[in-house]
């Protein structure tokens, strides 16, 4: 409580008074946030427009993740390789960089930092001899811009796959909100919305619209500022009417009986102090980013009157989105569960560096056996709905999660808005999910 | 998946922010998309040694109509219609419907002994067979054959699950005042199987007992709701202050007519039942006695109708409610009417009346998480004043009651089970506590019923196992309730399980049958209550299967 209160104070001291050290490097924000500014990545006999598939891959095995290579390697799906774009990020978020991130340092504890108000916390380039570097990428991934302030994924389609037969076991359609109650840089109020009690940091808050049997599940997770309090979870249940505190056993769980747990939402979600990171490298490598509007789309499973479609899925079983992939330069993380029953034994997390999105994880299961194979496809904001254009959101837009070991998956198909209207404050408390669930 | 309809509707002008009173002018609004949902459902039940206890036929759907408004934030219309047919009472008619019988009352939960003489059978649908007891019964338990065919089509049009307008209104300082109007469940409480705050609509037991969803079994009510949603202060993290006010009519529960095959504690059959008072020798009594001379009607009136307020909120890891309510009890209350003032034997015409008194409640709820344990704690409380419970030698007696339930949930991944999915375990305590508590009333000073669920999921979710154990402390009866339910895809869900019962064998002193030269403990009618549901239904062991497919 006391750490709290001290945190709490030292954030109203630097919103209020504007106190910060000496502004940091421009060189070091150009290179975190503009990595792309003076050319992009190259690879030997890798051009925009070509396929990788069974007959090249082995030529390009260094620029992929080890398990795409295998799917590629297996004839389970081919790779459309794309030109390496930038994805800027709002210059809100990187104008707090620059004015908050300057003295930022870890605290003694996994899960402790300095105070921190917004922006990227860690600017700086990871070292290989800085013990500490993959949980420094941990914070800079937890602190992101990610959905920015707030966004909502309005409708959500997840779809369970059997991988052999192609058969669609289940669709279900969901809306997702995302809130940031701290950190915000371009959404008003700045840096943090008021009163916040408990000091939360995010919210995540998700509707199940379809179909009838689990019809109005609701899920909320509340997560704090402070990384060592874990989070608060409420579930609700349709069928019975009311709000059920979550232990966290369910953050591991498949969520809705999918191949994804909670914990896996956007690459991620889960405390700092849940796992022990470790920084392995920084690399180029493929990665499912896109321009949208570009790709091939998927008018069966979503078209709305505003026109807008999802992105098509093709591949052994339908488990892979029908995107291109660019090279890009990524950092290469590690993640083991400090909790020894935990499920999985790690997650390997390939971070993109420019925007600290998490495209691609493979995840480990406990004997140590890759278990699953996490896609989130990318795209660029303004190739994208209108509404997202300028908003510097790297816009989650496809997924796909594979059970390699069950020959399973769970795939994706997103319509994500970021429109502040769609995610008031009051949407992400108990209330709501009461008022909302019949 | 749920159909979209697009209504053609243009600008529909609708007085609903007039009528539910908030004094704000209606505005234009317009109609957006309709969605529909629903499924039909079959459930077909096999009683031991009765055979087909339920060939249930269910149509449920449920639309919501969203409309743009500049007043109102959100403001929709939502409906739910159910249509039931259950055919056991055609289907097996030698055990349930008008022409069944027994040879005594209760013959289906435990044996004769003196009492099964004082007591005449139960007539099957009074309304059907016998119209002294329908007019006696008086509104409440005087179905007829019909009314438990087709539940949902009656006066009360209970085809109308819920109907009701809801509309959210911004506030200038950023609060949300929330106002629903209409027939609709207001839920409150946490627990499962058993209701402690959770008391505003009625339920009706006919439909299975203890056994089915809540969702599915409170009778709803025309109701006016408001919530002031104050949101986050300086202290909670979220803080509600609501209000509920049930205009309907008063309605009881429904505990199942004699002649349904599913009665709790088998009230209905007693209900419809005489005491045979002429075989007294020398009594003033030349034929059978009714139990039940008449039924309180409480005809609508403001003073008549139930109000509740609830304050709720979020502190840290607890989330906590602060209840009250004034309601009338929904269990009947049997009132001695004896055959002349301070006479200790009935008069003629009946034995009681059936009332339903008054009740005030208090109580309040907590869930919290305990980071230690990775679990939750549920405790809930409810303090009534003015609740009837029954006795031996009065018929009743008014007695504040005291009722509790602790919870604990807790997921759990057990690979040794063969999945990576975790399984849900969560236990509850149910307390009930008699204040004022008469050596001659059925139920104890003190009762606890302890429940188990313990349920997994294989095939992503789509084959659930899960078995659910109740036992109740005081009957020392218990349940066991095995189930597996399995969704091949998004339309189909099948559900198979059996429910098996023990207990059942409590008896008690009924002083009446002293009369008759036997003063050891009798079955009938008191030990209904130490029995409790499950004991009384001890002999209504089943498999039970369920094939529902959703659109």
């Known amino acids: ?438 | 998946m749920s159909k979209k309809i697009t209504t053609t509707f243009t600008h529909l002008t609708v007085g609903i922010a007039a009528t539910i009173g908030t004094g704000m002018v209606a505005t234009s609004v317009v109609a957006a998309e309709t969605e529909w949902a629903g499924f039909i459902e079959n459930a077909t039940y096999y009683r031991e040694d009765v055979g087909l206890s339920k060939f249930r036929n269910t149509g449920q759907a449920e639309f919501e109509t969203k409309f743009e408004s500049d007043t109102f934030r959100s403001l929709k219309l939502n409906g739910t219609f159910r249509a039931t047919y259950d055919g056991v009472y055609d289907l097996n008619d030698d055990e349930f419907g008008k022409n069944s019988g027994h040879a005594y009352l209760g013959e289906n939960w435990h044996g004769r002994d003196t009492s099964t003489a004082v007591l005449t059978p139960g007539v099957p649908f009074p309304c059907d067979n016998d119209p002294t007891l329908c007019n006696n019964l008086n509104g409440y338990m005087d179905h007829k054959e019909s009314d438990a065919k087709t539940p949902d089509f009656n006066d009360q049009l209970d085809f109308i699950r819920e109907l009701y307008v809801s509309a959210d209104k911004q506030l200038s300082n950023g609060d949300v005042l929330n106002i629903r109007l209409g027939k609709q469940q207001v839920i409150w409480g946490k627990t499962d199987l058993f209701r402690v705050l959770d008391v505003i609509n009625p339920v009706d037991y006919s439909r299975h007992n203890i056994y089915d969803e809540l969702e599915d079994i409170r009778i709803p009510q025309w109701m006016l709701t408001a919530e002031w949603r104050m949101g986050p202060n300086s202290v909670l993290d979220d803080s509600n202050l609501s209000m509920v006010w049930n205009f309907d009519k008063f309605r009881p529960n429904n505990l199942g007519t004699c002649g349904q095959s599913y009665r709790i504690i088998d009230a209905g059959c007693f209900f419809s039942s005489s005491a045979n008072l002429q075989l007294i020798p020398g009594g003033p009594y030349s034929q059978p006695v009714p139990i039940i001379h008449d039924v309180e009607d409480h005809d609508w009136s403001l003073a008549n109708t139930q109000l509740g307020l609830k304050w709720e909120g979020v502190y840290g890891d607890a989330t906590f409610s602060v209840n009250a309510l004034t309601y009338r009890q929904q269990l009947p209350s049997l009132h001695f009417r004896p055959i002349a003032p301070g006479a200790p034997v009935p008069a003629a015409d009946g034995v009681f009346d059936i009332k339903f008194p008054r009740v005030n409640l208090l109580g309040g709820s907590i869930d919290y998480y305990s980071m230690g344990m990775d679990a939750v704690w549920r405790l809930e409380m409810a303090y009534t004043q003015g609740e009837e419970q029954p006795r031996d030698t009065d018929g009743h007696k008014e007695t504040d009651m005291l009722r509790y339930v602790i919870g604990f949930d807790k997921n759990i991944i057990l690979p040794e089970l063969g999945t990576r999915s975790a399984f849900l375990l969560s236990t509850q305590l149910f307390g009930e506590h008699i204040l004022d508590h008469e050596r001659d009333m059925p139920n104890e000073a003190d009762n606890w019923i302890g429940t188990l669920l313990f349920k997994g999921w294989y095939m992503n979710n789509r084959l659930s196992p899960q078995i659910i154990i109740a036992h109740d402390v005081g009957a020392d009866a218990t349940v066991y309730a095995p189930s597996v339910s399995w969704s091949p895809d998004n339309n189909w869900m099948f559900n198979v399980g059996v429910n098996i019962k023990s207990g059942g064998k409590k008896e008690f002193p009924w002083g009446v049958a002293s009369a008759f030269g036997d003063s050891s403990p009798q079955t009938e009618p008191l030990a209904r209550f130490t029995n409790g549901p499950i004991g009384v239904a001890h002999q209504e062991d089943e498999v039970q299967l369920s094939v529902r497919y959703s659109f």
């Open chain 1, 1 to 438: 409580m006391l750490k709290k209160t001290l945190l709490s104070a030292a954030l109203a001291l630097a919103t209020l008074t504007g106190v910060q050290a000496a502004q940091i490097s421009e060189d070091v924000i150009q290179n975190s946030f503009y990595p792309y500014k003076t050319g992009t990545p190259s690879f030997p006999g890798l051009n925009a427009g070509m396929t990788i598939n069974q007959a090249n891959v082995d030529q390009f095995k260094d620029a992929l993740d080890p398990a795409m290579y295998t799917f590629i390697k297996n004839g389970a799906t081919q790779m459309k390789v794309g030109a390496t774009t930038s994805f800027d990020l709002h210059p809100s978020y990187v104008e707090s960089t620059r004015k908050y991130s300057s003295n930022v340092s870890l605290g003694a504890n996994s899960g402790e930092v300095s105070p921190t108000v917004a922006g990227r916390p860690f600017p700086q380039e990871p070292s290989m001899d800085d013990p500490r570097a993959g949980e420094k990428l941990a914070w800079n991934y937890k602190y992101g811009y990610n959905w920015g302030d707030s966004a909502a994924i309005y409708p959500f389609y997840w779809k369970y796959r059997n991988m052999e037969s192609a058969k669609v076991e289940r669709t279900i359609k969901m809306n997702f909100h995302f809130l940031n109650f701290t950190h915000r840089t371009s959404q008003a109020p700045y840096p943090a919305i008021t009163p916040n009690p408990s000091n939360l940091f995010r919210a995540i808050y998700v509707q199940v619209l379809e179909p009838f049997d689990v019809k109005n599940t609701q899920l909320l997770i509340q997560r704090f500022e402070d990384d060592t309090k874990v989070d608060n979870a409420y579930l609700y249940l349709g069928f019975q009417r009311r709000v059920r505190r979550l232990s966290s056993g369910q953050t591991t769980d498949a969520f809705l009986g999918s191949d994804v747990m909670i914990e896996d939402f956007e690459g991620y979600n889960g405390r700092i102090s849940d796992m022990k990171w470790s920084y392995k490298g920084t690399k180029n490598m493929l990665v499912p980013m896109y321009n949208h509007n570009e790709m091939p789309l998927d008018p069966k499973t979503h078209s709305d009157k505003d026109g807008y479609q999802v992105i098509a899925f093709g591949g052994q079983g339908g488990c892979f989105p029908d995107i291109t992939w660019q090279l890009r330069k990524v950092y290469v993380v590690e993640s083991q569960p400090v909790d020894q029953n935990h499920p999985i034994s790690k997650r390997e997390h390939y971070i993109d560096a420019q925007t600290f999105i998490i495209p691609r994880n493979i995840t480990y299961d406990r004997k140590g056996d890759m278990w699953k194979s996490w896609t989130i496809g990318q795209s660029h904001p303004d190739y994208h709905l209108p509404i997202n254009k300028g908003t510097g959101v790297s816009i989650d837009d496809s997924f796909s999660m594979i059970d390699i070991q069950a020959q399973h998956c769970t795939t994706g198909q997103f319509k994500g808005i970021v429109a502040p209207d769609l995610n008031p404050v009051d949407k992400f408390n108990v209330q709501n999910m009461r008022a909302s669930g019949s």
